[in-house]
């Protein structure tokens, strides 16, 4: 994008365009873009002689967000073009999703920028349609991702995803070769039991599931690995945020009391083992009938944006009950991918950018920490 010259103009200084672009707000990040980071470069180049100037401006997102960064650009484009004496402009667009902060207590899954637990309190609220949902909503905004199912005691990712009886391939006996599903690569926990496998014995062996399955899985290059967690906050939660590096967890909840103080306790949890809560989807928020559009707030109203404010986290979405949703889900295609264009798709694409979002804005601060750190 380029604008033609005026050479009659007054020539730009760049605190005046700093402080323009900050009157461009960023919704995924709640932030406007000098604090979401997305600002690469700004670069004035004067024509001393002719008195006028050209302003560059390079935007990289540094989460998945094609569906944004197009009307990000024009956004910029329209809020520098309207300064005095910026008679050229150039936008450049890119997309770089950097790797999680370091940590120096525990180690990063090889190849895998930012593992993300999607948890719950309580069974049966939507967590593993929530899961599947953010991870194809991430793939649809520009990721490479990877779901693992780490519900051990109940694992229906692969039901959910089509895979049907497909078991992984073993590499020299010891490294499996995830699965791929509508382009996301998969991994179950229910591949290391089969339906006989007692319900006792699963317990104790989750663990150990769990951490073979994070040591031994080839996942190459991925931006986003969702971890779909077992419902509740016992030893799978504790084995994962205290053996890998976590980017953070997503909390899934209906809006009905019950639900919400189970999902208190997984906030608390994630908490007390430095695992950054990056908000709450609340699920079932709402019934519309097919037949007739009437509006049910089967489970109660407003419980997500009560635990996210109570907690000074983010609300990230609202997904209504919807046929649709858990047809789809039913029959191996969540919905984001059997109808993308449908207002749920769009639902779970918002929410998984603003997951993405949370990520980039955490690893953001954390790197300007360290930075601090070492100045001193
Ligand atoms: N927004 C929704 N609208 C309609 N059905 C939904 C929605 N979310 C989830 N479901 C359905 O609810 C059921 C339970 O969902 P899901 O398996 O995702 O829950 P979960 O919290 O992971 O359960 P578990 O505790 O067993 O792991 C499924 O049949 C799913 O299709």
Same mark, same amino acid.
């Given at each position: 994008m380029s604008v033609p010259s005026d050479s009659n103009s007054p020539r730009v200084d760049e605190a005046q365009l700093w402080k323009a672009l900050e009157g461009v707000y960023v919704e995924d990040f709640d932030a406007n873009i000098v604090e979401a980071g997305i600002i690469d470069q700004l670069r004035i180049d004067d024509d001393q002689e002719e008195e006028k100037s050209k302003i560059n401006v390079v935007l990289k997102m540094p989460y998945a967000g094609n569906s944004e960064i197009r009307n990000l650009a024009q956004a910029v484009w329209n809020t520098l073009y309207q300064l005095p004496g910026v008679e050229a402009l150039g936008v450049d667009l890119d997309m770089e999703i950097p790797h999680g902060p370091e940590n120096k207590e525990l180690p990063f899954l090889a190849g895998v920028k930012h593992v993300i637990a999607v948890a719950s309190g309580k069974g049966g609220v939507g967590k593993s349609t929530t899961a599947v949902n953010i991870a194809y909503g991430l793939a649809a905004e520009g990721a490479s991702v990877g779901i693992l199912d780490a519900d051990i005691y109940g694992p229906s990712i692969p039901h959910m995803l089509g895979l049907g009886d497909k078991r992984p391939e073993m590499v020299d006996g010891k490294i499996f070769k995830p699965l791929e599903a509508h382009g996301v690569k998969a991994m179950s926990m229910g591949f290391l039991v089969t339906e006989q496998t007692p319900m006792v014995w699963r317990g104790p062996m989750a663990s150990g599931a769990l951490q073979q399955i994070l040591t031994?899985?080839?996942?190459?290059?991925?931006?986003?690995?969702?971890?779909?967690?077992?419902?509740?906050?016992?030893?799978?939660?504790?084995?994962?945020?205290?053996?890998?590096?976590?980017?953070?967890?997503?909390?899934?909840?209906?809006?009905?009391?019950?639900? $919400?103080?189970?999902?208190?306790?997984?906030?608390?949890?994630?908490?007390?083992?430095?695992?950054?809560?990056?908000?709450?989807?609340?699920?079932?928020?709402?019934?519309?009938?097919?037949?007739?559009?009437?509006?049910?707030?089967?489970?109660?109203?407003?419980?997500?944006?009560?635990?996210?404010?109570?907690?000074?986290?983010?609300? $990230?979405?609202?997904?209504?009950?919807? $046929?649709?949703?858990?047809?789809?889900?039913?029959?191996?295609?969540?919905?984001?991918?059997?109808?993308?264009?449908?207002?749920?798709?769009?639902?779970?694409?918002?929410?998984?950018?603003?997951?993405?979002?949370?990520?980039?804005?955490?690893?953001?601060?954390?790197?300007?920490?360290?930075?601090?750190?070492?100045?001193?």
């Open positions: 031994q899985t080839d996942w190459g290059e991925l931006d986003y690995l969702i971890v779909d967690m077992p419902p509740g906050t016992g030893d799978i939660q504790l084995t994962l945020a205290q053996k890998i590096a976590l980017s953070g967890a997503v909390i899934v909840t209906t809006p009905q009391n019950i639900a $919400l103080l189970d999902a208190q306790k997984g906030i608390e949890m994630f908490r007390k083992v430095d695992v950054p809560v990056l908000g709450v989807v609340e699920n079932m928020s709402t019934h519309i009938c097919s037949q007739c559009g009437h509006e049910e707030p089967i489970f109660g109203t407003g419980g997500g944006d009560r635990i996210a404010e109570g907690y000074e986290t983010r609300l $990230l979405g609202q997904l209504p009950l919807s $046929l649709k949703i858990r047809d789809q889900a039913d029959k191996g295609k969540p919905v984001v991918v059997s109808n993308p264009s449908s207002e749920w798709a769009e639902s779970y694409r918002k929410v998984a950018r603003r997951v993405g979002a949370q990520v980039a804005m955490n690893s953001m601060a954390a790197s300007s920490l360290s930075l601090e750190i070492t100045d001193e």
